[in-house]
C-alpha cells in the first residue's frame, strides 16, 4: 500500500531539480557575484546527482513497477519515467559539470545553471505527465529555459538567431499542439489520458475528424520536441549556435523528454487498436521514423561543420528511436511490441551518454577555440589523446560498432522491429547505420591521421570538461556490457504500459 | 607410463631448441649451427631409438592428450597430443635417422663449401625436422594438419635458399603453392572430419575411425550433409588425399618435386628420404582404418599410386641431371607406396617406406658428394669414371642404385616386390581392377632398373667427359660416414620383412610384419585391425601362395634385371652415346614432362588469371560502381536536403504548416474522416 509519504517520495526525483533550482535562486540572490561559478554548478550537479541516484533507487526497489497515479491521475510514476528521469539527471550533472569550465568568463552564471535545472524539473514532469493538460504545461516548462539557453551568449549571433529560430519553431509547434489538446478534447471530453482511451471509441464514430485532426497535430507538437522531421528545422540551427554544453543537453535530455510523453500519450491515451480505423498513427510513425533517419543521415553525411554534423546525427538517431512507435503493428504479439518499445528507450539510455559526451568534446575543442570544421580537428589525437579516445569511442558507438553501449540498443532496436515484423523498417535503420558510419569516421579521422595545418597550441587541458568527457565514455564503454542491467527494467516499463 | 614417454616431447623439442639457437645465436655458433643441430638430432635419435626398443621390449603404447584447445563438449574437440604405436615409433626412427645424417652431411656440403646464410639453412633444416617429428607423433588430425603446413612452409624456406638467384625463389614458390592447393582440400577435410565426428583423434574407440566404422555399421549416426554414409565418409577420404597427393607428390601434382632440386642437396635427401613428401604417404598410414573402409578411396589411391610410379620412371629414363633423374625416382617410388596401400597392403607400403627413405637418402647425399666434387655440376654428360677417383660415394651410391632398381637381394627388391605381391594378391581374389595398377607398377620396374643403371654409367663408368670429371675435388669424413651407414643398411634392409623366405623354409623372419600387428587391439591403428577392415579378398595362380609369390618376385626381377642390363648394355664403354635420343619425339615429350607443367601454367595464367580478371572487372565495375554510385547519390541527396535548410525562418515555418497539412490530407483520406 503506497501511503501518502510515500506518494511523495515518488516525486523525489522532480523535487531534487526543484530543489536545485530554488538553492540556485537564493544563492543568486545573496551572492550575485560568484566569480567562478563552481559553487553553482556543483548545486546543478547535485541536483542532477539525486534525481538520477533517487529515479535509481526506485526503479530497483520496484515500488512503483506498476505505475502509481498522483493527483487524481494527474501524474504518474511508473518504470519509464523513472528510467527517463535517470537520464534527466545524469545529462543534467554531465552537462553542469562541463559547464564550469565553458562559461567561467561569461556573465549570468546563475540563471544558466537556474535554467537547466528548470528545464530538467520539466523534463521530468514530462516523464510524468498522464493528461493531455500537464503534458503542455510540463512541455512549456521544459522548452521556455532552452529557448533562453540556446540565447545565452547573447552577443554571439549564432547563438541569439539560433534561439530566435527555436523560439519560433518552437511557438507554432505550441500552438499546434495546444490546438490539437483541444481537439481531442473536444472529441473525447477529457484530458486525462486514461479517460480519453476508454472515450476513443465513442468519439471515433462520433467525431472521427475532429479527433484525427487533433491527434495529428498533437504529433505534430511531440515530432517538435524530439526535432523529428518535418518539425526538425530548428534542431541544426540551434544545436550549431547554442553554447555546446546547452546542445548536449537539448540533443540528448530535452529529445529523450519529448519521446517518453510521445510514448505514454500514444501508447496509453490512444492505443491504436481503437484508433486504427480513425488514424493510423503506426503508419504516421513510420513514415516520420524513415524520413527523419534518412533525412538527418543524409544531411549529416555532408557538413563540414563537426557541431552541425552531430545535430543531423541527432536527427538521425531521432529516427531510430522513433521505431520504438513505428513499430507497434501487433503482428508480433504484445511481447514483441514491449521488446521493440523497450528498445527504443534503451537506445534513449544509451544515446544520453554518448551523444551528451560527443557535445561535450565539441565544447572542449570550442573551449580551445581551435574551430568547428572537420579540418580544425585534425591532429588533435596527438594533441589530447585521452579525450580523442573518448570522442572516438562516442561516435563509433553512436554508429553502432561494438566499442560501447550504442552497438547493442541499436541491435536490440533492429532486432526487435525484425521481432515485431516490421524488418523492412529494420533495414532502412541499418542501411542508414552503415551510411553514419562515413561521417562518424570523419571525424576519427580528422583527430587521429590527419596531420594538423598548423600547430594547435593546446595549453590548458580544463579539469572538470576533461571530468565529464571521461565520465560519459566510460560509462558508455561499461554499457556495453552493462546494458543488462537495465535491459529487464526497460522492457518491463514498456510491457507495463500496455 | 613408463619413463621413456614422459621423454617423447623431447624428441620434438630438441631440434625445436636447436632451430632457435641457429636462428638467433647461429652466427657466433661453433659451424654456424651445425654442431647444435648434429647434437639434438643426435639426441632426437637416440631417444627415438630407445622409444622403439621399449616399445619392442614391452609391448606398451603411448596416447595422451598434451594440451586441449578447444574441449569435446564445445562440439568439436581440437587437442594437441602423443600418439606412439608400432607405426609411429618405427618413423620417428627413420625421420630422426636421415635428418642426423643430413645435418653430418651438410657440414661437408654447405660448411665446407663455404656457403653463405649457414644459421638460417641450419634453423630450416631444425624446424623441418622438429616439425616433421611432431607430424608423425600426432595422435589427432588436426593437429597432424598443423605440422604438415609447417613442414610445407619449412620445405618452402630450405628450397629457396639460395634466394639471390633465380632458380631457387620460384622452385620454392611453386613447391609451396602446389603444395597448398592440395592442403586446402585436406584443411576443408580436417574441418568436414571434425563437423561429422566431433573429433579428429586416430586412435581408440573414441577416435574418428572408429567413429566411421560404427556409422557404417549402422550403430550410430552422424551428419552426412544429405549424402550415403559411404558416400560422405568417402568424400571426406578423398579432400584428406588432396593433401597426400600433394605433398606425396603424386600425379598431378607432382610437378614441384623435381623443381624443389634447386634447394641445397641435403635438403633434397631430407624431403624426399624422410620428411615432406614423407608425410603424404604416412598420413594415409596413420588414418589407415578409415580409408580401409571405403573401397571406392582405396581403389582411387591404388590407381593413382601404380599410374604415377609408371609416368614418373618414363620421364626419368630421359633427364641427363643426376638430381633429375633422383627427383623422378621418389615420384615413382612413392607412387609404389599409395599402391601398396590403395591395394590393402599396409605393411608392405610401410616396408617400403623404410626402405625407401634408406636407400633414397643415400642416393641424394651421394649425388650430393658427386656434386661437390664435380664442383657444382650436375649434368651426367659432363661426368664420367668417377668410380676409380670416388671409391666410397661408388660403392655406397652402387648400393642404394640396386636397392632403388629392386635388384635381389637389396633392400629395394624384397619391399617392392611385397608391394607388388600384395597388389597381385588382392587383384586374383576379385577386385580385377588393380590388375591394372599392377600392371603399370610391374611394367614401371623394368623402366626403374633402366634408369638407375643408367644413372650409375654414365655418373661412374665410362671416361671422364670433363676436366672436373678428371681432377674431382675431395670430400671429406663428413660426407663419407654418412654415405657408409645408409649404404650398410641400403643393402641389409630388405632383412626386416623377407616375406618370400618365411614362404619358402618357413622360418619366421617377417619382422616387420609381426612388429606392426603387434599393436595393441584397443588403439585400433595395427595392422592386424586394419586386415579385419579390409574389403579384399585374396586369389592364387600357379599353385597357390608359394607359387603367386615365384611368378610375382621372378617377373619383377627379370624386368628389373632386364631394364639393368639393357642400360648396361647400351651405356657401357668409354662414351656411351646419346641413346634416348632415338626416341626421337617420344624423348621431346618425356624431356617436357608430358607438359605438364606447360598446362599447370596454362591453368594458373590462362584460366586462372582470366577468371580472377574477370571477378575483378565485375568487382570493380559493378561491385564497386554500386558502391560508389550508392555514395554519390547519397552525397548529392544529402547536398539537396542540406538546401532545404536554408536559415530562413519564415521558410521553416512555413515548410512545418505545408508538410503537416500535407500528412493531414493523406492521412483524412486514409481514415476517411470527412
Known amino acids: ?498 | 607410463m613408463a619413463l621413456i614417454y614422459e621423454l617423447t616431447p623431447a624428441i620434438v623439442f630438441l631440434p625445436l631448441a636447436s632451430f632457435a639457437l641457429a636462428l638467433f645465436f647461429g652466427r657466433w655458433m661453433p659451424k654456424k649451427g651445425a654442431v647444435a643441430g648434429i647434437l639434438a638430432t643426435a639426441g632426437a635419435l637416440g631417444l627415438s631409438v630407445v622409444t622403439l626398443g621399449w616399445l619392442l621390449l614391452s609391448g606398451e603404447v603411448h596416447d595422451q592428450t598434451w594440451y586441449t584447445l578447444v574441449d569435446a563438449e564445445m562440439g568439436v574437440d581440437l587437442a594437441f597430443g602423443i600418439l606412439i604405436d608400432q607405426l609411429s615409433a618405427a618413423m620417428l626412427v627413420i625421420v630422426s635417422l636421415i635428418a642426423f645424417l643430413v645435418h653430418v652431411f651438410s657440414l661437408g656440403y654447405m660448411n665446407d663449401e663455404g656457403e653463405p646464410g649457414l644459421p638460417r639453412y641450419y634453423a630450416g633444416l631444425g624446424l623441418f625436422t622438429a616439425s616433421m617429428l611432431a607430424f608423425v607423433m600426432a595422435d589427432n588430425l588436426f593437429m597432424a594438419f598443423v605440422f604438415f603446413e609447417l613442414v610445407g612452409l619449412c620445405s618452402y624456406l630450405l628450397i629457396g635458399h639460395w634466394f639471390t638467384e633465380d632458380a631457387p625463389p620460384s622452385a620454392a614458390k611453386k613447391a609451396f603453392l602446389v603444395t597448398r592447393f592440395g592442403d586446402y582440400f585436406f584443411l576443408v577435410g580436417v574441418v568436414g572430419v571434425l563437423v561429422t565426428f566431433g573429433t579428429a583423434g586416430f586412435a581408440g574407440s573414441e577416435g574418428f575411425p572408429a567413429l566411421a566404422e560404427s556409422a557404417l555399421a549402422g550403430e550410430t549416426s552422424v551428419n552426412t550433409f544429405g549424402l550415403s554414409t559411404e558416400g560422405w565418409f568417402s568424400v571426406l577420404g578423398l579432400l584428406v588425399l588432396g593433401g597426400v597427393l600433394g605433398k606425396s607428390a603424386q600425379f598431378p601434382f607432382h610437378t614441384w618435386l623435381p623443381d624443389a632440386m634447386e634447394g641445397p642437396t641435403p635438403v633434397s635427401a631430407l624431403i624426399h628420404a624422410a620428411t615432406m613428401v614423407a608425410a603424404g604417404v604416412y598420413l594415409v598410414a596413420r588414418m589407415y582404418g578409415f580409408y580401409a573402409l571405403l573401397p571406392t578411396v582405396l581403389g582411387i589411391i591404388a590407381f593413382v599410386g601404380g599410374f604415377t610410379a609408371l609416368f614418373a620412371a618414363t620421364m626419368a629414363v630421359v633427364k641427363n641431371e643426376i638430381k633429375q633423374v633422383l627427383a623422378y625416382s621418389t615420384i615413382s617410388q612413392y607412387g609404389y607406396m599409395m599402391l601398396a596401400l590403395g591395394a590393402g597392403g599396409y605393411v608392405a607400403a610401410f616396408f617400403h617406406l623404410t626402405t625407401h627413405a634408406i636407400f633414397k637418402a643415400l642416393l641424394f647425399l651421394g649425388a650430393g658428394s658427386v656434386i661437390i666434387a664435380m664442383h657444382h655440376e650436375e649434368d651426367m654428360w659432363e661426368m664420367g669414371g668417377l668410380k676409380s677417383e670416388m671409391r666410397t660415394t661408388y660403392l655406397t651410391f652402387l648400393a642404394g642404385s640396386l636397392a632403388l632398381a629392386g635388384i635381389f637381394p637389396f633392400s629395394g627388391f624384397w619391399s617392392k616386390d611385397e608391394v607388388l605381391f600384395e597388389t597381385l594378391v588382392h587383384a586374383l581374389g576379385g577386385s580385377p581392377l588393380l590388375f591394372g595398377a599392377y600392371a603399370m607398377g610391374i611394367t614401371a620396374v623394368f623402366l626403374t632398373g633402366f634408369y638407375t643403371i643408367r644413372m650409375v654409367m654414365l655418373t661412374f663408368h665410362g671416361d671422364p667427359r670433363s676436366e672436373t670429371a678428371e681432377d674431382p675435388h675431395s670430400v671429406g669424413w663428413n660426407v663419407k660416414f654418412p654415405l657408409s651407414v645408409l649404404g650398410v643398411l641400403a643393402v641389409v634392409a630388405g632383412a626386416l620383412n623377407p616375406v618370400p623366405i618365411e614362404m619358402l623354409t618357413g622360418a619366421e623372419v617377417d619382422f616387420l610384419h609381426d612388429y606392426l600387428y603387434a599393436t595393441p587391439e584397443a588403439l585400433l591403428t595395427g595392422a592386424e585391425h586394419y586386415s579385419s577392415l579390409s574389403s579384399y579378398g585374396s586369389g592364387a595362380i600357379a599353385g597357390g601362395e608359394i607359387g603367386t609369390m615365384l611368378v610375382n618376385a621372378g617377373l619383377s626381377f627379370g624386368l628389373a634385371v632386364a631394364g639393368a642390363g639393357l642400360a648396361f648394355g647400351l651405356y657401357r664403354g668409354g662414351s656411351p652415346a646419346r641413346h634416348t635420343e632415338r626416341l626421337g619425339r617420344v624423348q621431346t615429350l618425356l624431356m617436357h614432362n608430358y607438359y605438364q607443367d606447360e598446362y599447370q601454367v596454362w591453368l594458373a595464367e590462362g584460366f586462372t588469371v582470366r577468371l580472377a580478371a574477370a571477378a575483378d572487372t565485375f568487382d570493380q565495375g559493378v561491385i564497386d560502381g554500386t558502391v560508389n554510385a550508392v555514395s554519390s547519390v547519397s552525397r548529392s541527396a544529402g547536398a539537396r536536403i542540406r538546401q532545404i535548410q536554408s536559415g530562413v525562418v519564415t521558410n521553416y515555418a512555413a515548410l512545418v504548416v505545408l508538410s503537416l497539412l500535407a500528412l493531414l490530407v493523406v492521412f483524412a483520406i486514409l481514415g476517411g474522416w470527412f
Not at chain 1, 579516445?389 to 560498432?401: D, E, K, N
Request: charged share 10%; net charge negative.
Open chain 1, 1 to 498: 500500500m503506497v501511503t501518502m509519504a510515500n506518494e511523495w517520495l515518488l516525486l523525489s526525483p522532480a523535487a531534487a531539480f526543484v530543489l536545485a533550482a530554488l538553492a540556485l535562486f537564493v544563492i543568486d540572490a545573496f551572492a550575485p557575484e560568484d566569480a567562478d561559478g563552481g559553487l553553482l554548478a556543483a548545486v546543478a550537479a547535485v541536483g542532477g546527482i539525486a534525481a538520477l541516484s533517487a529515479s535509481g533507487v526506485l526503479l530497483l526497489s520496484g515500488v512503483a513497477a506498476d505505475g502509481v497515479e498522483l493527483f487524481g491521475g494527474q501524474l504518474v510514476v511508473d518504470g519509464m519515467s523513472l528510467l527517463f528521469t535517470f537520464i534527466f539527471g545524469s545529462v543534467t550533472a554531465l552537462v553542469s559539470v562541463a559547464s564550469v569550465d565553458y562559461i567561467r568568463e561569461l556573465p549570468h552564471k546563475a540563471e544558466y545553471y537556474l535554467l537547466v535545472t528548470l528545464a530538467a524539473t520539466g523534463m521530468s514532469l514530462l516523464a510524468s505527465a498522464n493528461s493531455l493538460a500537464v503534458v503542455f504545461v510540463a512541455l512549456e516548462l521544459s522548452s521556455l529555459p532552452s529557448y533562453a539557453l540556446v540565447a545565452y551568449l547573447k552577443r554571439n549571433r549564432g547563438s541569439v538567431e539560433g534561439a530566435l529560430k527555436y523560439f519560433l519553431v518552437g511557438a507554432l509547434s505550441s500552438g499546434i499542439m495546444v490546438y490539437g489538446i483541444s481537439l481531442v478534447y473536444a472529441a473525447t471530453g477529457s484530458l486525462l489520458l486514461s479517460d480519453v482511451a476508454s472515450a476513443l471509441g465513442g468519439a471515433s464514430a462520433d467525431y472521427p475528424g475532429v479527433l484525427g485532426v487533433g491527434l495529428l497535430m498533437i504529433v505534430g507538437g511531440l515530432a517538435f520536441k524530439t526535432a523529428s522531421v518535418p518539425f526538425h528545422f530548428w534542431a541544426p540551427d540551434a544545436y550549431e549556435g547554442a553554447p555546446a554544453p546547452v546542445a548536449a543537453f537539448l540533443s540528448s535530455a530535452s529529445k529523450a523528454a519529448g519521446f517518453v510523453v510521445a510514448f505514454r500519450v500514444l501508447v496509453v491515451g490512444f492505443p491504436i487498436g481503437t484508433i486504427a480505423g480513425t488514424l493510423d498513427w503506426v503508419l504516421l510513425f513510420q513514415v516520420l521514423a524513415v524520413v527523419t533517419m534518412t533525412l538527418g543521415n543524409f544531411a549529416a553525411a555532408t557538413q563540414e561543420n563537426v557541431k552541425r554534423m552531430l545535430a543531423y546525427s541527432s536527427i538521425g538517431h531521432a529516427g531510430y528511436a522513433l521505431i520504438g512507435l513505428a513499430a507497434l503493428t501487433n503482428a508480433g504479439g504484445p511481447g514483441a511490441e514491449a521488446t521493440v518499445l523497450g528498445a527504443s528507450m534503451l537506445h534513449l539510455f544509451v544515446y544520453g551518454f554518448m551523444n551528451t559526451g560527443a557535445f561535450l568534446f565539441v565544447a572542449l575543442v570550442e573551449h580551445w577555440e581551435l574551430g568547428r570544421t572537420f579540418e580544425d580537428y585534425n591532429g588533435l589525437g596527438r594533441e589530447a589523446p585521452v579525450a580523442c579516445v573518448a570522442m572516438t569511442v562516442f561516435v563509433f558507438s553512436l554508429a553502432g560498432l561494438p566499442v560501447g553501449g550504442g552497438f547493442l540498443s541499436k541491435y536490440f532496436l533492429f532486432a526487435g522491429a525484425v521481432g515485431a515484423g516490421v524488418p523492412w523498417l529494420a533495414l532502412v535503420g541499418a542501411v542508414n547505420s552503415a551510411l553514419s558510419l562515413y561521417y562518424y569516421s570523419r571525424v576519427v579521422k580528422a583527430m587521429w591521421i590527419e596531420p594538423p595545418a598548423e600547430p594547435l597550441g593546446i595549453e590548458r587541458y580544463p579539469t572538470a570538461l576533461y571530468a565529464a568527457v571521461l565520465t560519459a565514455a566510460v560509462v558508455t564503454v561499461l554499457l556495453l556490457p552493462g546494458l543488462v542491467v537495465f535491459d529487464g527494467i526497460a522492457f518491463e516499463a514498456a510491457a507495463s504500459l500496455f
